[in-house]
């Protein structure tokens, strides 16, 4: 019976989406081939965030929140939304393949440090190596009917140093309508008690870009590690 290429590459999606693309193996690996040595209690959940973002405040240095621009802003507050895809990685090179089902979604408000608005400048005059940046409490990621949020806070740089992810000028010299930063960033994260990772525990980790315009409005896109395993005893927050 002849099969096509076609309905191979739609079930090898089907199988990769079956099982997380990362899913630890308690095996020795085979020559050539990558070795994850965590126990199977341990998953891991790759995903692509696509989300839209604004400047919706500013708090000064005292901890004010101000609807508006003002001379002392200490914290940019950035509210985003977006949807979250689930993705096939190569099981040899971990090279993300692509996204193929949209799996849940994302909300948060993003606090930037005020310097981040030096990058509406020339970035080489911005003094600092990275600009800081992290959420707030109000974080949720649903992911296949779980919602994670934040148990330890975002930890998060962006690093213009390292140049623009896009040229700035477009074809014919001007300055580009919109500039992309590299930026990544980690928290400990909690499921609540539904759906696929109902009750465990964890770390999320993003890296991607940060794309804005002239008045700051903003696309990111993240590629989204989520490893979890079930809580331990023995085990509670320290309080920071």
């Keep these: 019976m002849k099969v096509t290429s076609k ?17 630890a193996f308690a095996k020795k690996p085979n020559k050539g081939h990558l070795f994850n040595p965590n126990t199977p209690s341990l998953t891991v959940v790759n995903s692509i965030s696509d989300v839209q973002g604004y400047v919706g405040g500013f708090i000064d240095s005292e901890g004010n929140v101000h609807g508006d621009m003002f001379g002392d802003v200490a914290t940019i507050l950035y509210p985003i939304a977006g949807d979250v895809y689930a993705t096939v990685t190569d099981g040899d090179t971990g090279v993300t393949l692509g996204a193929y089902v949209k799996e849940g979604s994302i909300s948060a408000t993003v606090l930037l440090d005020g310097s981040f608005f030096g990058l509406l400048g020339p970035w080489d005059q911005i ?9 707030s409490d109000d974080f949720a990621m649903i992911i296949n009917g779980t919602t994670f949020s934040f148990e330890e806070k975002l930890d998060g740089r962006a690093f213009h140093q390292l140049g ?28 609540d008690d539904t759906g696929d990772y109902a009750g465990k525990v964890g770390t999320l980790c993003l890296n991607g870009t940060f794309t804005f315009d002239a008045n700051f409005d903003g696309h990111g896109v993240s590629n989204c590690s989520i490893a979890i395993h079930d809580p331990q005893p023995g085990f509670p927050l320290i309080a920071e």
């Design 164 to 191: 623009p992810v896009e040229s700035m000028y477009d074809a014919d010299g001007n300055p580009a309508a919109t500039q992309a930063v590299r930026m990544s960033g980690c928290a400990g994260v909690r499921a």
């Design 127 to 135: 003094p600092t190596s990275t600009l800081p940046w992290t959420m």
């Design 7 to 23: 309905i191979i590459l739609s079930g090898l999606a089907v199988v990769a989406l079956s099982f997380s693309s990362a899913t």
